[in-house]
C-alpha cells in the first residue's frame, strides 16, 4: 500500500483533518529529546495548533535510544495520524509539526548542531522519569549513573539527555548564542526545577564557568497530561483502512488533553495558549495534584490490575472492588494533602479521571503504566504518604498500591509465572528479593532502596506494619480478592 506522506496527503478521505498550513514555508524552531507517543499526540499537537500563526516553531524530533520513529517517520515526511477516540467516537488528523527525526546514538554531532543552532529557541523532553539520572527520592544529579559518567568522559559524544543539553549550551555560549528554553514535558514534581539542578550540577562537574552559565537558563515547570498507551498492530491497520494509505507510527489517544506551564522563555515560545495551554507563574499545586490523583491512581490500579489478571487499565476498573478502591484513594486519602488550588474543581475533576480511565476505547495496557516503579513511586505515591503520615491520618490504600508493586517487581505473578518487570533497578530488586516469601523479610528488603524510599519512609513503623498486612493478604489471598473486600455494599 502506498504510504502516507507530502505527497499522498491531499488525496486523503475529506473527514481526516489535515494541516491547516503549508508545511513547505515550517521551520525547526524547537528540538525535542524523546519522541515517543506521547509528545506526538501533546506537544506536537498543541504545536500543530499555532503553527499557521507563526511557521517558525516546527519540530526537531530526537530519539535517544532506537532508531524505530525515525524510520517509520522519515519515508512519511514526518507525518502521522493522530487517533482521538472514547466510547462513543473517533477522529482522525494528520499531523505535519514534526519535520525531521533524528537518531542520537548514530549521528550526535546533528542532533548537537540543530540543538546549538540560533533557530533552534526551546529544547523539551519526554524522557520519561530516568531520564533524568537523578535520583528519585532528592532529585538531585546520580553523579555515579553509567551515563553520566560517559558523558564527563566523553562530553562531544554524550548518550544521555543530560549531556547532550550542557554540551549544546557550551557550544551556543562558545559562539555568543543565547540559551535556549529548556522545557520538561515529564511526571516529575518541579519538572523544571528538577531538570535545571541536573544540568547545572553536571555542568559544575565539567567546569566552573559552564556551571555558572547554565545557572542562568530558564527551565519553565509544566503539568501535562494526556493519556496515551502504546499503539497496537490493529490500531494501525484500522486507521490504514481509514486513510487509504498506511501510516507507520500513528498515535493513539483520548479527547481530554491539558498543558499548564510557567511563562518563562526568554528566546519566545509557540502561542500554546490559542491550543489551550494555561500560562501562569507557578505550577507546582497543579503539579502536585495531577501526580497524586491521576498517576498515583494509575500505578496503584496497574499492580492490582496485572496482578488479578487485568490487561488494560478499563478491564482493571471493572474489577469487582476497584473504583471503589481508586475514589476512596483519591477522595479520602490524596486530596486533603493536595495545596489549594482557587476555583478549581477538585471533585468534578476526580470524577472525570474515573471516567476516563473507564474509556473502552483505549487498551492501555497495566504493564506499560507498571514500568519503572522504583523511579515513579516517590512522586506518584510516597510524597502522599509522608504527608498523609505527618497528619497522623490513615494511608491504607496507597500502602496497598506500594505492596502492589513490591509483589510485582519481585517478578513472579498469583499464578508462579514470570513478569516482565521493566525497572531500572530490576536487578537490584531480583537479588534483595530472591528466595524470600515471608511478607515482613520482603519488605524490610524493599525498604532499604533508600534512592526510592529514603531514609525517613525506610524507618517509619508504621509505614512498614502497614506495607506487611497489605502484602500478606495479597500473597495469601490474591489481588482479586483484597479488591473486593473495597467494594461498597450495594444499594
Ligand atoms: C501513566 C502516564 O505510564 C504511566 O505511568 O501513568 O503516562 C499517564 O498516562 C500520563 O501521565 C497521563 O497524563
Redesign the pocket.
Known sequence: MTRLSNQTLPDLPAAIVKPGYDRAKVSIGIVHLGIGA?HRA?QAVFTDDVLARDPSWGICGVSLRSAETRDALTPQDGLYTLKVQDGEGETLRIIGSVLETLVAPEDPQAVLQRMADPATRIVSLTVTEKGYCHNPATGTLDENHPDIQHDLQHPEKPKSAIGFIVEALARRRAAGVEAFTLLSCD?LPSNGHVLKCVVRRFAELRDTELGAFVAGIASPSTM??????ATTEADRAAIATALGVDDAWPVVTEPFR?WVVEDHFPLERPAWEEAGAIFIPEVSAFETM??RL??GS??TL?YLGLLAGAETVAEAMALPGMEALIEGLMREEVSPTLPPLAGFDLAAYRGDLIQRFKNPALR?RTW?????GSQ?LPQ?LLGTIRARRRAGTSCDRLVLGVAAWMYYARGVDEAGKAIDVRDPLAGRIRALSQGLDDPEEIVAAFLGLTEVFADDLGGDANFRVGLVDGLSRLLSTGAAAELARWQRPRG
Not at 501535562?224 to 498507551?229: A, E, F, L, S
Not at 506499560?368 to 519503572?372: E, N, Y
Open positions: 506521547f501533546h511526571n501535562i497530561d494526556r493519556i496515551v498507551p491539558q495531577k501526580l491521576l498517576n494509575h500505578s496497574a492501555h506499560q503504566i507498571a514500568m519503572d515513579k506518584r
